[in-house]
């Protein structure tokens, strides 16, 4: 990729937004902080002196609806603002998109406390859409063969020579492990481990990630899990799994979830699963995860929605939780999953 232009942009920005889609997961996050962690003291060397501007302070915003509780483990997780927290609208000059490319893809709550920037920069790793843009000039680094945003941005970092301290290391590796599974899925090759091994040396602990993301599980997520196991329902011999979580769930157990859609999925015979989520009573959040050669992003696209080939999902508004669970098991007796 050329980097060049986003290097001009970033040179000449001092008030920049960052952002990450909604239910911003821990590859979003890193990728933020470690993006403002990098940048927020880097003096740009210019390619021609004409281009030098007097040293001049960046101000960064990180902007989320929320902060995950797991989110917490992230070094300099304090740098980041909550929608509720601000007294003002805010005008970036730039602004700067982690893990989505799409408005649509961003909290409604985020989006309306910020003016329509002149430019706007996006990284990310997700299958390209068709969608509006952010602003008026966007420069797109977009790779669905990139395991995670924060390999894309390992490689942002590499490629114009900027130092990655321990810290930002730690970060880099957070969003990788985490958005591979542990390095458990299709996304993983040859050039993953040779990130993560770099990542290494510059001082991220890969033990300290893993436990951060797998080892600190709440009673909330327990109880969660077991009312998915509970409501779980086998489909097309055994071959999927399609289960759900009501607002009464989350109200009494709290949001927090660690993609217990993968946890069906990974049963063993099972080649898709669907975790359906009633968020409101009007607002129902679908997750799809799948196994090779059977990809759920055609199925998420039918709904308007995205992400990767086995690992997707989307939303829907005005439907019951009822209505959603039937047309998804009439869409799952559909599927050619094998014999």
């Known amino acids: 990729m050329d980097f060049s232009k986003v290097y001009q942009v970033l040179n000449s920005a001092k008030n920049i937004l960052c952002i990450t889609h909604t239910a911003p997961d821990l590859d979003g996050i890193s990728s933020m902080l470690a993006f403002y962690k990098a940048f927020k003291d880097f003096t740009f060397q210019s390619i021609a002196p004409s281009e030098l501007k007097d040293e001049e302070e960046r101000n960064f915003i990180l902007l989320l609806e929320d902060i995950p509780r797991k989110a917490y483990y992230l070094p300099g997780i304090e740098a980041i603002t909550k929608v509720e927290d601000l007294s003002t609208n805010i005008h970036p000059e730039l602004l700067i998109v982690f893990d989505a490319h799409c408005p649509k893809r961003i909290n409604e709550k985020v989006l309306s406390v910020f003016n329509r920037p002149r430019f706007a920069i996006i990284f990310d790793h997700h299958h390209k859409e068709d ?12 790779d669905p063969s990139s395991p995670s ?30 958005d591979t599974g542990g390095f458990r899925y299709e996304n993983v090759s040859a050039r993953t481990f040779e990130m993560a091994s770099q990542l290494v040396k510059l001082g991220a602990s890969p033990s300290a990630v893993a436990s951060a993301i797998y080892s600190n599980r709440t009673l909330g997520e327990i109880n969660l899990l077991k009312s998915a196991l509970n409501r779980m329902k086998l489909l097309k011999d055994g071959k999927a799994i399609i289960t759900y979580l009501t607002k009464e769930d ?20 099972v080649m898709f699963s669907i975790l359906v989520k009633e968020l409101d009573y009007d607002y129902i959040s679908v997750s799809l995860r799948s196994k090779s050669p059977y990809p759920c992003l055609p199925l998420a696209k039918e709904f308007g929605g995205g992400g990767h080939a086995y690992a997707c999902g989307f939303k829907v508004r005005s439907q019951s939780l009822e209505e959603v669970i039937k047309l998804l098991e009439e869409k799952i007796s559909q599927l050619e999953l094998g014999s």
């Open 149 to 178: 945003t924060t390999a894309l941005l390992f490689d942002f970092f590499t490629s114009t020579n900027l130092p990655i301290t321990q810290e930002v290391a730690t970060l880099l590796l957070f969003g990788l492990y985490y």
């Open 131 to 142: 969608c509006e843009p952010f602003a008026e000039e966007q420069i797109e680094l977009i």
């Open 250 to 269: 989350f109200e009494r157990y709290g949001k927090e979830l660690d993609d217990l859609a993968s946890f069906f999925r990974d049963v063993e015979g």
